[in-house]
C-alpha cells in the first residue's frame, strides 16, 4: 500500500503546511520536481520578457537615425535584455532541468537538501521581482552636469549600464538615479540563488547516488551538472564580492573602481569577466548535458566516447577560468597577457571540438529517429560549430580588436548561446515533455516549430556577421545613413519577428499538448537512462525501491543485448519488463517518507530584496524588517523538523 | 512494512549536511580570495593619502586575534564535551565560545571608531575602504557565528538538549567557526602584518 | 609556402565580397577594407583564419548533413552497431585542431607584437576621450582640437590615448583595430594611412547615452598639406571689431555662456583644459558635435537651439538663444577658418 505519511500537527510557529494540491502546495512544496517545473515556466516568462525587449531593440535599428525608443529607452532596454536572459531566463531554465531530473538521473528521492532547494528558487523569484521593480521604483538619467531633452519614461528607468556594467560608467556619476543599484542588487540577490542551488546539486550528486550508481556511470547530463555547479560555486564570489564594491561605490562614497579616489576601472573587468566567462560556460554545458541524453536515444547508439565526452566538459569548465581577459583584447592589458590569453582561448577550442567530434561519432552508423528533440540537437550541433568557429576568430588578438564591441561579436554569442543553448534547452523541453505530463507533444507543430526557429535564428544572427564587420558597433542607439547598413538590419529585424512566430508556435504546442495531448507511453523514446524506468509523469516518490546500476545507461542495457555483430537485440523479456516496471513504480511496496512542505523557505526568501530596497531607499526600517523575516524564517527551518512524525 | 527516507545513501560515508557545509566554505574561500586579493592590489597603489599604517594599533589588534583563536579552543573544548554527552559542559564551553567571539567583535567596533577619530572613514581613500569592507565582511562572518552559538546554547537549554543528530548540530557551527578564525588569522597577516 | 597558399585564397575572398557586398557598398566603417600597413596586416591575419574556419565548417556540417542523410531511420533498417568509441580517432581529432591552432598561433603572436611596436619615425598626438566626443592635441605643435583628426599620409602616428570621464573606445577601422581609452591609465594605438583621404571613426565601447554618436573623422594629408594645416591650426583666431553679422556673433559666444566651457584661442583664452571642444578652428572642420552631424548651416542651427535633441544627455546647456543670435554665431563660426 502506498502511503505518504500525513503531517502530523506540531507545536511550531505556524501549522505546517500540508496542502497536496492548489496554490498553497507549490508555495510551500519542497519537491524538487515542483520546484523545477516552477523554475521551468517562470524562466520562460522571463524569456518572453526578454524576447520582448529583444523586438523593441531590433524596430529602433531597422531603421538608420531611428526615433522609435530615446536612447535612455534604448539603452535600458539592452542593458535589460542581456541581463533577463542571461541571469533570469537561460541560467533557471537550466535550473528547472537540473532540478526536475538531477535526482531522477541518479535514482535519489530529492536532492540533498529540499527546503535549501525551495529556498533558491524562491529567491531566484524574489531576484527577479526585485530587478523588474526598477520599471515601477527606478530612476534614471543624464550623467552629472548633462542635459536631456524629455524626461526619462518608465521604460527608461531601468538599468542602463550595460549587463556588463563596466565602470565607472556604471557609476553614480555617469549613471545617476536608482536604476543601477537595482542592477546591482538584483544581481546579488540572484547570485546567492544560484549559490545556494549549486552547493545542493554538488552535494546531491557527491554524496545521493543510487546503489551502483558509480561516478562513471553517471549520465552525461548529470555530469554536466556538477561541473556547471562548480563552475557556479567558484565564480559567482567574485562578482558578488565585485557588486559589492559597486553597490558601496554609489551608495556609500567609496571609490574601488573610481580613479579619483584611487581605484581602477580596469580591475571591475578583470573581475568582471572572471565571473562572466566562465558564466558563459554554465550557459552552454546543461545544453552539452542535454544533447548528449539526446543524441544517442534518437541514434539508437551510446554515445561516443563517453569518457571523453565528460572529461572535455570539466576540462573546459577548468579553462575556462583561465581565459577571461579574451573579453579585454583592447583594454588596457598588456602585450604579453594578449597573447597568453589569446592563446590559452585557442586551447579551449580544443575539448570544444572533442565534443563536437564525438558527438558527430555518435550519430554516425545510427539509426536516427528525426523526432523535434532530435532535430533541435541536430540543429544545435549545427549551430554551435559557427559560434565556435566565429570564437576562434576572437582569439586572434589582432582581429578581435577589429571585431570587439561590434555586432560581429553580437553574432558570435548568439550563436553560442542562442544556436547552442537554447537549442539544447528545447531540445530537452520536447525529450522530457511525456516524463513532465505524462502527455505526447504534437510532432508536426513541433518541427514546424523547429524549422521556423532554424530560419528565424539564422536570418537575425547570421548577417549580424557581417555588419559587424562592417562597422556597426554594439550597443547603439542609432546608426548613420552613411554607414550603409540599413539593408542587412532590415533583415535581422525580420529574422527576430519569425523568431517570435516560432515562439507562439511552441506556446500553443506545450498548451495544447499538456491539455489534450496523448497519453504518453511508458518509455516513449526507447531510452537509456533510468529516469525512464518510472512512470510517467513521475510519481512523487520518484523511485519506488531505489534502483541498482549496474552499467553505464542501465535501463537501455536491461532492455537490449548485443548480438555477435555488435548490433542491439532487443531482449525477450523487455516488453514484460516495461509492464513490470510501470506496474511497480506506481505501487510501491513500503512505506515512502517524503520531506514535508514548509513555510519557511519562502518566508526567508521575502527579507531578501527588503534588504535590497533599503538600501536603495536608504531606509533603516526596511532593513530591520527585511532581517526579521530573515531571522524568523531561519529561526523555523532550524527548529523544525524536515520530516515529520515518528 | 520497512520505511525508506528520502536519505538513505550516503555514497562517500561524510554526513550530507556536513559535505554540504564544506562545499559552502569552499566557496567562502573564493569569497575572502576575491577580497584579500583585491586588498592587495589597492594596498599596493601609489596614491596620496592616509593609510592604514597611519592609525592602527597592532598591539591592540593582537590581544582581540588572540582572543578570537582561544574561540576555537573553547570550541573544540564545547565538542569533546559533547562527544561525551556531557550537555552542562557543552553549554558551558559553547557560552564561552560565543563570549570570545563577542569580545573579539567589540574589539573590531572601538579599532574601527579609534580610526574614524583619526580621519581614516569608509570613503576617505581607497585603502580606507577596501580596508573596511574587506575586515567588515569577516566581522560579519564573526557574528553570524555568535548568533549560531548562541541558538545553539539555547537550544541546548531546551529538555532534550544537544545531540551531534540535531537540526543545527554543533559539528557544523564548529567548521564554521574554525574557518573563520582561520582567515582571520590569514587577515590579520595580510592587513595588518605585511 | 603559407603565403602562397592564402594568396591563393585571397583570390576566393574577393569573390566572396562580391557575394556578400551586393546589397552594400561604400561603408565607411568596413573593417575589410584596409587602407594602411596595419589593418592590412590585421586583415590578412582574419582572412587566413576565416578560410581555416570554412574549411573546418564544410567538414563538420557535410558530416552532419551526410549523417542524417545517410543513417535516418528507414523501414527495415537494422539495429545500429553499438560503437562505444575508438581510442585513435579521439586522438586524431584532438590533435589535429591543436596542430591547426598552433599554426595560426604563431603569425597571431608576431602580429599582436608588431602592432604594439612604437614605429621609430611616428609622430605622437594625444587623444583625450570625452562623454561624447574626441579630443586630440598635438603636444610637439601645441595644437588643440576636436572631431577630426588629421594625420600626415607619409609617416605613422602614435596616439597617446586616456579618457577624462569613462571607458571610450577608439575605432578608425580602415587603419586599425580598437584600444580602450581608461580614465588614470594611458593606452596607445598606431595609425597609418596608405594615401591622402577621410576616415571615419566610432567610439567603440558603451560609454552613456550618446555612445552611439560619438564618432570621428580622421583625415590623412600630403607632406606639404599637412604641413599647411599645422601652421594655419597655431594661427590665433582674430578679434572681429567691425559690426558685421559675424562680429555680433563674437559677441553672442563672449556673452551667451559659451565662454564657460569652450576656449577660442586669441578671443577667449583660458588657463587649462575646459570641458568641451576647443573652437578656434571650427569651420576648417567638416563635422561637430563628436562628428555625429556634418558641419553645415542647418545642422548648427538645430544644434544650437537644442542640443540635447541631437545629442541625448550632453553636457552642453540649451542656452535659449533667439533665431537671430543663432544666425549670428552661425555667421561667427565660420569665420573660424
Same mark, same amino acid.
Given at each position: 500500500?502506498?502511503?505518504?505519511?500525513?503531517?502530523?500537527?506540531?507545536?511550531?510557529?505556524?501549522?505546517?503546511?500540508?496542502?497536496?494540491?492548489?496554490?498553497?502546495?507549490?508555495?510551500?512544496?519542497?519537491?524538487?520536481?515542483?520546484?523545477?517545473?516552477?523554475?521551468?515556466?517562470?524562466?520562460?516568462?522571463?524569456?518572453?520578457?526578454?524576447?520582448?525587449?529583444?523586438?523593441?531593440?531590433?524596430?529602433?535599428?531597422?531603421?538608420?537615425?531611428?526615433?522609435?525608443?530615446?536612447?535612455?529607452?534604448?539603452?535600458?532596454?539592452?542593458?535589460?535584455?542581456?541581463?533577463?536572459?542571461?541571469?533570469?531566463?537561460?541560467?533557471?531554465?537550466?535550473?528547472?532541468?537540473?532540478?526536475?531530473?538531477?535526482?531522477?538521473?541518479?535514482?535519489?528521492?530529492?536532492?540533498?537538501?529540499?527546503?535549501?532547494?525551495?529556498?533558491?528558487?524562491?529567491?531566484?523569484?524574489?531576484?527577479?521581482?526585485?530587478?523588474?521593480?526598477?520599471?515601477?521604483?527606478?530612476?534614471?538619467?543624464?550623467?552629472?552636469?548633462?542635459?536631456?531633452?524629455?524626461?526619462?519614461?518608465?521604460?527608461?528607468?531601468?538599468?542602463?549600464?550595460?549587463?556588463?556594467?563596466?565602470?565607472?560608467?556604471?557609476?553614480?556619476?555617469?549613471?545617476?538615479?536608482?536604476?543601477?543599484?537595482?542592477?546591482?542588487?538584483?544581481?546579488?540577490?540572484?547570485?546567492?540563488?544560484?549559490?545556494?542551488?549549486?552547493?545542493?546539486?554538488?552535494?546531491?550528486?557527491?554524496?545521493?547516488?543510487?546503489?551502483?550508481?558509480?561516478?562513471?556511470?553517471?549520465?552525461?547530463?548529470?555530469?554536466?551538472?556538477?561541473?556547471?555547479?562548480?563552475?557556479?560555486?567558484?565564480?559567482?564570489?567574485?562578482?558578488?564580492?565585485?557588486?559589492?564594491?559597486?553597490?558601496?561605490?554609489?551608495?556609500?562614497?567609496?571609490?574601488?573602481?573610481?580613479?579619483?579616489?584611487?581605484?581602477?576601472?580596469?580591475?571591475?573587468?578583470?573581475?568582471?569577466?572572471?565571473?562572466?566567462?566562465?558564466?558563459?560556460?554554465?550557459?552552454?554545458?546543461?545544453?552539452?548535458?542535454?544533447?548528449?541524453?539526446?543524441?544517442?536515444?534518437?541514434?539508437?547508439?551510446?554515445?561516443?566516447?563517453?569518457?571523453?565526452?565528460?572529461?572535455?566538459?570539466?576540462?573546459?569548465?577548468?579553462?575556462?577560468?583561465?581565459?577571461?581577459?579574451?573579453?579585454?583584447?583592447?583594454?588596457?592589458?598588456?602585450?604579453?597577457?594578449?597573447? @597568453?590569453?589569446?592563446?590559452? !582561448?585557442? *586551447?579551449? /577550442?580544443?575539448? $570544444?571540438?572533442?565534443?563536437?567530434? %564525438?558527438?558527430?561519432? +555518435? =550519430?554516425?552508423?545510427?539509426?536516427?529517429?528525426?523526432?523535434?528533440?532530435?532535430?533541435?540537437?541536430?540543429?544545435?550541433?549545427?549551430?554551435?560549430?559557427?559560434?565556435?568557429?566565429?570564437?576562434?576568430?576572437?582569439?586572434?588578438?589582432?582581429?578581435?580588436?577589429?571585431?570587439?564591441?561590434?555586432?560581429?561579436?553580437?553574432?558570435?554569442?548568439?550563436?553560442?548561446?542562442?544556436?547552442?543553448?537554447?537549442?539544447?534547452?528545447?531540445?530537452?523541453?520536447?525529450?522530457?515533455?511525456?516524463?513532465?505530463?505524462?502527455?505526447?507533444?504534437?510532432?508536426?507543430?513541433?518541427?514546424?516549430?523547429?524549422?521556423?526557429?532554424?530560419?528565424?535564428?539564422?536570418?537575425?544572427?547570421?548577417?549580424?556577421?557581417?555588419?559587424?564587420?562592417? @562597422?556597426?558597433?554594439?550597443? !547603439?542607439? *542609432?546608426? /548613420?545613413?552613411? $554607414?550603409?547598413?540599413?539593408?542587412? %538590419?532590415?533583415?535581422? +529585424? =525580420?529574422?527576430?519577428?519569425?523568431?517570435?512566430?516560432?515562439?507562439?508556435?511552441?506556446?500553443?504546442?506545450?498548451?495544447?499538448?499538456?491539455?489534450?495531448?496523448?497519453?504518453?507511453?511508458?518509455?516513449?523514446?526507447?531510452?537509456?537512462?533510468?529516469?525512464?524506468?518510472?512512470?510517467?509523469?513521475?510519481?512523487?516518490?520518484?523511485?519506488?525501491?531505489?534502483?541498482?546500476?549496474?552499467?553505464?545507461?542501465?535501463?537501455?542495457?536491461?532492455?537490449?543485448?548485443?548480438?555477435?555483430?555488435?548490433?542491439?537485440?532487443?531482449?525477450?523479456?523487455?516488453?514484460?519488463?516495461?509492464?513490470?516496471?510501470?506496474?511497480?513504480?506506481?505501487?510501491?511496496?513500503?512505506?515512502?517518507?517524503?520531506?514535508?512542505?514548509?513555510?519557511?523557505?519562502?518566508?526567508?526568501?521575502?527579507?531578501?530584496?527588503?534588504?535590497?530596497?533599503?538600501?536603495?531607499?536608504?531606509?533603516?526600517?526596511?532593513?530591520?524588517?527585511?532581517?526579521?523575516?530573515?531571522?524568523?524564517?531561519?529561526?523555523?527551518?532550524?527548529?523544525?523538523?524536515?520530516?515529520?512524525?515518528? | 512494512?520497512?520505511?525508506?527516507?528520502?536519505?538513505?545513501?550516503?555514497?562517500?560515508?561524510?554526513?550530507?549536511?556536513?559535505?554540504?557545509?564544506?562545499?559552502?566554505?569552499?566557496?567562502?574561500?573564493?569569497?575572502?580570495?576575491?577580497?584579500?586579493?583585491?586588498?592587495?592590489?589597492?594596498?599596493?597603489?601609489?596614491?596620496?593619502?592616509?593609510?592604514?599604517?597611519?592609525?592602527?594599533?597592532?598591539?591592540?589588534?593582537?590581544?582581540?586575534?588572540?582572543?578570537?583563536?582561544?574561540?576555537?579552543?573553547?570550541?573544540?573544548?564545547?565538542?569533546?564535551?559533547?562527544?561525551?554527552?556531557?550537555?552542562?559542559?557543552?553549554?558551558?564551553?559553547?557560552?564561552?565560545?560565543?563570549?570570545?567571539?563577542?569580545?573579539?567583535?567589540?574589539?573590531?567596533?572601538?579599532?574601527?571608531?579609534?580610526?574614524?577619530?583619526?580621519?581614516?572613514?569608509?570613503?576617505?581613500?581607497?585603502?580606507?575602504?577596501?580596508?573596511?569592507?574587506?575586515?567588515?565582511?569577516?566581522?560579519?562572518?564573526?557574528?553570524?557565528?555568535?548568533?549560531?552559538?548562541?541558538?545553539?546554547?539555547?537550544?541546548?537549554?531546551?529538555?532534550?538538549?544537544?545531540?551531534?543528530?540535531?537540526?543545527?548540530?554543533?559539528?557544523?557551527?564548529?567548521?564554521?567557526?574554525?574557518?573563520?578564525?582561520?582567515?582571520?588569522?590569514?587577515?590579520?597577516?595580510?592587513?595588518?602584518?605585511? | 609556402?603559407?603565403?602562397?597558399?592564402?594568396?591563393?585564397?585571397?583570390?576566393?575572398?574577393?569573390?566572396?565580397?562580391?557575394?556578400?557586398?551586393?546589397?552594400?557598398?561604400?561603408?565607411?566603417?568596413?573593417?575589410?577594407?584596409?587602407?594602411?600597413?596595419?589593418?592590412?596586416?590585421?586583415?590578412?591575419?582574419?582572412?587566413?583564419?576565416?578560410?581555416?574556419?570554412?574549411?573546418?565548417?564544410?567538414?563538420?556540417?557535410?558530416?552532419?548533413?551526410?549523417?542524417?542523410?545517410?543513417?535516418?531511420?528507414?523501414?527495415?533498417?537494422?539495429?545500429?552497431?553499438?560503437?562505444?568509441?575508438?581510442?585513435?580517432?579521439?586522438?586524431?581529432?584532438?590533435?589535429?585542431?591543436?596542430?591547426?591552432?598552433?599554426?595560426?598561433?604563431?603569425?597571431?603572436?608576431?602580429?599582436?607584437?608588431?602592432?604594439?611596436?612604437?614605429?621609430?619615425?611616428?609622430?605622437?598626438?594625444?587623444?583625450?576621450?570625452?562623454?561624447?566626443?574626441?579630443?586630440?592635441?598635438?603636444?610637439?605643435?601645441?595644437?588643440?582640437?576636436?572631431?577630426?583628426?588629421?594625420?600626415?599620409?607619409?609617416?605613422?602616428?602614435?596616439?597617446?590615448?586616456?579618457?577624462?570621464?569613462?571607458?571610450?573606445?577608439?575605432?578608425?577601422?580602415?587603419?586599425?583595430?580598437?584600444?580602450?581609452?581608461?580614465?588614470?591609465?594611458?593606452?596607445?594605438?598606431?595609425?597609418?594611412?596608405?594615401?591622402?583621404?577621410?576616415?571615419?571613426?566610432?567610439?567603440?565601447?558603451?560609454?552613456?547615452?550618446?555612445?552611439?554618436?560619438?564618432?570621428?573623422?580622421?583625415?590623412?594629408?600630403?607632406?606639404?598639406?599637412?604641413?599647411?594645416?599645422?601652421?594655419?591650426?597655431?594661427?590665433?583666431?582674430?578679434?572681429?571689431?567691425?559690426?558685421?553679422?559675424?562680429?555680433?556673433?563674437?559677441?553672442?559666444?563672449?556673452?551667451?555662456?559659451?565662454?564657460?566651457?569652450?576656449?577660442?584661442?586669441?578671443?577667449?583664452?583660458?588657463?587649462?583644459?575646459?570641458?568641451?571642444?576647443?573652437?578656434?578652428?571650427?569651420?576648417?572642420?567638416?563635422?561637430?558635435?563628436?562628428?555625429?552631424?556634418?558641419?553645415?548651416?542647418?545642422?548648427?542651427?538645430?544644434?544650437?537651439?537644442?542640443?540635447?535633441?541631437?545629442?541625448?544627455?550632453?553636457?552642453?546647456?540649451?542656452?535659449?538663444?533667439?533665431?537671430?543670435?543663432?544666425?549670428?554665431?552661425?555667421?561667427?563660426?565660420?569665420?573660424?577658418?
Amino acid at each position: 500500500m502506498t502511503k505518504i505519511l500525513e503531517p502530523k500537527k506540531q507545536n511550531s510557529i505556524f501549522r505546517r503546511p500540508s496542502s497536496e494540491t492548489g496554490i498553497w502546495s507549490w508555495i510551500t512544496t519542497v519537491d524538487h520536481k515542483k520546484i523545477g517545473i516552477m523554475y521551468g515556466y517562470a524562466a520562460f516568462f522571463f524569456l518572453l520578457i526578454g524576447g520582448l525587449e529583444a523586438l523593441v531593440l531590433r524596430i529602433q535599428l531597422s531603421q538608420p537615425d531611428n526615433n522609435f525608443l530615446s536612447a535612455a529607452e534604448y539603452n535600458a532596454m539592452f542593458t535589460m535584455h542581456g541581463t533577463t536572459m542571461i541571469f533570469l531566463a537561460i541560467m533557471p531554465i537550466s535550473a528547472a532541468f537540473f532540478n526536475y531530473l538531477l535526482p531522477l538521473q541518479i535514482g535519489a528521492r530529492d536532492v540533498a537538501f529540499p527546503r535549501l532547494n525551495a529556498l533558491s528558487f524562491w529567491i531566484f523569484i524574489f531576484g527577479g521581482i526585485f530587478l523588474y521593480s526598477t520599471f515601477i521604483f527606478g530612476t534614471a538619467g543624464a550623467p552629472e552636469g548633462g542635459y536631456l531633452d524629455e524626461e526619462v519614461s518608465w521604460l527608461g528607468s531601468a538599468p542602463n549600464g550595460g549587463w556588463f556594467g563596466y565602470q565607472p560608467n556604471a557609476g553614480l556619476k555617469y549613471s545617476p538615479g536608482t536604476a543601477m543599484d537595482f542592477w546591482a542588487l538584483g544581481l546579488q540577490i540572484l547570485g546567492i540563488a544560484s549559490l545556494i542551488s549549486a552547493f545542493n546539486f554538488i552535494t546531491t550528486i557527491i554524496n545521493m547516488r543510487t546503489k551502483g550508481m558509480r561516478f562513471m556511470r553517471m549520465p552525461v547530463f548529470t555530469w554536466m551538472t556538477f561541473a556547471v555547479s562548480f563552475l557556479l560555486a567558484f565564480s559567482l564570489p567574485i562578482i558578488a564580492i565585485a557588486l559589492f564594491y559597486v553597490t558601496f561605490d554609489r551608495n556609500f562614497g567609496t571609490s574601488f573602481f573610481l580613479v579619483e579616489g584611487g581605484g581602477d576601472p580596469v580591475l571591475w573587468q578583470h573581475l568582471f569577466w572572471l565571473f562572466g566567462h566562465p558564466e558563459v560556460y554554465i550557459l552552454i554545458l546543461p545544453a552539452f548535458g542535454i544533447v548528449s541524453e539526446v543524441l544517442p536515444t534518437f541514434s539508437r547508439k551510446p554515445l561516443f566516447g563517453y569518457a571523453a565526452i565528460v572529461f572535455a566538459g570539466f576540462g573546459i569548465a577548468f579553462i575556462g577560468f583561465g581565459v577571461w581577459a579574451h573579453h579585454m583584447f583592447a583594454s588596457s592589458i598588456s602585450t604579453v597577457a594578449q597573447a @597568453g590569453f589569446g592563446l590559452s !582561448t585557442m *586551447v579551449i /577550442a580544443v575539448p $570544444t571540438g572533442v565534443k563536437i567530434f %564525438n558527438w558527430l561519432g +555518435t =550519430i554516425w552508423g545510427g539509426k536516427l529517429k528525426l523526432n523535434t528533440p532530435m532535430l533541435f540537437s541536430l540543429g544545435f550541433i549545427g549551430m554551435f560549430v559557427i559560434g565556435g568557429l566565429s570564437g576562434v576568430t576572437h582569439s586572434i588578438v589582432p582581429a578581435d580588436t577589429q571585431q570587439t564591441d561590434t555586432y560581429y561579436i553580437v553574432a558570435h554569442f548568439h550563436y553560442v548561446l542562442f544556436g547552442g543553448a537554447m537549442f539544447g534547452i528545447f531540445s530537452g523541453l520536447y525529450y522530457w515533455f511525456p516524463k513532465v505530463w505524462g502527455k505526447m507533444y504534437n510532432e508536426t507543430l513541433g518541427k514546424i516549430h523547429f524549422w521556423l526557429m532554424l530560419i528565424g535564428f539564422n536570418l537575425t544572427f547570421g548577417p549580424m556577421h557581417w555588419l559587424g564587420l562592417q @562597422g556597426q558597433v554594439r550597443r !547603439t542607439w *542609432v546608426y /548613420a545613413k552613411e $554607414t550603409n547598413l540599413q539593408f542587412w %538590419n532590415v533583415i535581422v +529585424t =525580420i529574422g527576430a519577428f519569425i523568431i517570435a512566430l516560432s515562439i507562439v508556435v511552441f506556446m500553443i504546442n506545450w498548451i495544447f499538448s499538456k491539455r489534450n495531448g496523448e497519453k504518453a507511453p511508458f518509455d516513449p523514446w526507447d531510452a537509456r537512462t533510468i529516469e525512464w524506468s518510472i512512470p510517467s509523469p513521475t510519481p512523487v516518490w520518484n523511485f519506488s525501491t531505489a534502483p541498482n546500476v549496474k552499467s553505464l545507461d542501465d535501463f537501455w542495457h536491461s532492455k537490449y543485448d548485443e548480438d555477435e555483430e555488435g548490433r542491439a537485440v532487443r531482449k525477450p523479456t523487455a516488453d514484460q519488463l516495461l509492464i513490470d516496471l510501470e506496474e511497480d513504480g506506481l505501487n510501491p511496496k513500503e512505506e515512502i517518507i517524503l520531506p514535508n512542505p514548509s513555510y519557511f523557505p519562502i518566508v526567508l526568501a521575502s527579507g531578501l530584496p527588503l534588504l535590497g530596497y533599503a538600501v536603495i531607499f536608504k531606509s533603516i526600517a526596511l532593513a530591520v524588517v527585511g532581517v526579521i523575516l530573515i531571522l524568523s524564517g531561519s529561526f523555523g527551518w532550524g527548529t523544525e523538523p524536515l520530516e515529520e512524525g515518528h | 512494512m520497512s520505511t525508506a527516507h528520502a536519505y538513505p545513501h550516503e555514497d562517500t560515508g561524510v554526513e550530507t549536511r556536513k559535505l554540504g557545509m564544506w562545499v559552502f566554505l569552499s566557496t567562502e574561500i573564493l569569497f575572502f580570495g576575491t577580497l584579500i586579493t583585491t586588498f592587495m592590489i589597492f594596498k599596493g597603489k601609489d596614491f596620496p593619502g592616509i593609510k592604514l599604517t597611519d592609525v592602527y594599533d597592532i598591539p591592540f589588534t593582537s590581544i582581540s586575534s588572540f582572543v578570537l583563536l582561544m574561540s576555537s579552543l573553547t570550541m573544540v573544548l564545547a565538542h569533546n564535551a559533547l562527544e561525551s554527552d556531557d550537555q552542562e559542559k557543552t553549554r558551558v564551553w559553547l557560552l564561552a565560545t560565543a563570549m570570545l567571539g563577542a569580545v573579539f567583535l567589540a574589539g573590531q567596533i572601538y579599532e574601527f571608531t579609534e580610526f574614524y577619530h583619526k580621519g581614516f572613514e569608509l570613503d576617505t581613500n581607497i585603502f580606507s575602504s577596501s580596508f573596511y569592507v574587506l575586515t567588515g565582511f569577516h566581522g560579519l562572518h564573526v557574528f553570524i557565528g555568535v548568533v549560531l552559538l548562541l541558538s545553539l546554547w539555547g537550544i541546548g537549554q531546551r529538555q532534550n538538549g544537544l545531540t551531534l543528530e540535531s537540526g543545527m548540530n554543533l559539528e557544523f557551527v564548529a567548521l564554521y567557526w574554525h574557518f573563520v578564525d582561520i582567515v582571520w588569522i590569514v587577515l590579520f597577516t595580510v592587513v595588518y602584518l605585511i | 609556402m603559407l603565403m602562397k597558399i592564402f594568396f591563393k585564397f585571397k583570390n576566393l575572398k574577393y569573390l566572396f565580397l562580391v557575394f556578400i557586398s551586393a546589397c552594400i557598398e561604400n561603408a565607411p566603417l568596413d573593417s575589410l577594407s584596409p587602407e594602411g600597413p596595419y589593418a592590412r596586416s590585421i586583415d590578412e591575419l582574419f582572412w587566413l583564419t576565416f578560410w581555416i574556419a570554412v574549411i573546418i565548417f564544410v567538414l563538420v556540417q557535410g558530416a552532419l548533413l551526410v549523417s542524417v542523410l545517410l543513417f535516418r531511420d528507414k523501414p527495415n533498417k537494422p539495429e545500429p552497431k553499438q560503437v562505444h568509441g575508438n581510442t585513435k580517432l579521439e586522438i586524431i581529432w584532438t590533435v589535429i585542431p591543436v596542430l591547426i591552432l598552433a599554426f595560426i598561433a604563431v603569425p597571431t603572436v608576431r602580429t599582436i607584437f608588431d602592432l604594439a611596436r612604437e614605429p621609430e619615425d611616428a609622430l605622437k598626438i594625444e587623444v583625450i576621450g570625452h562623454q561624447w566626443w574626441f579630443e586630440y592635441k598635438y603636444p610637439d605643435y601645441g595644437i588643440t582640437t576636436a572631431n577630426v583628426l588629421v594625420i600626415p599620409s607619409d609617416r605613422p602616428v602614435r596616439l597617446e590615448m586616456w579618457s577624462n570621464d569613462v571607458l571610450h573606445n577608439y575605432w578608425v577601422p580602415k587603419l586599425n583595430g580598437k584600444r580602450y581609452l581608461v580614465p588614470g591609465q594611458k593606452t596607445y594605438l598606431n595609425l597609418h594611412a596608405d594615401n591622402p583621404d577621410e576616415f571615419w571613426a566610432q567610439c567603440g565601447e558603451y560609454c552613456g547615452l550618446s555612445h552611439s554618436k560619438m564618432r570621428g573623422r580622421v583625415i590623412s594629408l600630403s607632406e606639404n598639406d599637412f604641413n599647411l594645416w599645422i601652421n594655419n591650426e597655431q594661427q590665433n583666431a582674430l578679434k572681429l571689431e567691425d559690426g558685421s553679422l559675424a562680429a555680433e556673433g563674437q559677441s553672442v559666444f563672449l556673452n551667451a555662456g559659451c565662454t564657460q566651457c569652450h576656449v577660442i584661442n586669441g578671443v577667449w583664452d583660458t588657463q587649462g583644459d575646459r570641458i568641451a571642444p576647443n573652437l578656434t578652428h571650427f569651420a576648417a572642420r567638416t563635422v561637430f558635435a563628436g562628428a555625429a552631424l556634418e558641419n553645415n548651416k542647418e545642422n548648427l542651427t538645430n544644434w544650437l537651439a537644442n542640443p540635447a535633441k541631437i545629442k541625448p544627455g550632453t553636457f552642453m546647456p540649451n542656452l535659449e538663444l533667439t533665431e537671430a543670435e543663432i544666425n549670428a554665431l552661425i555667421a561667427y563660426l565660420g569665420t573660424l577658418k
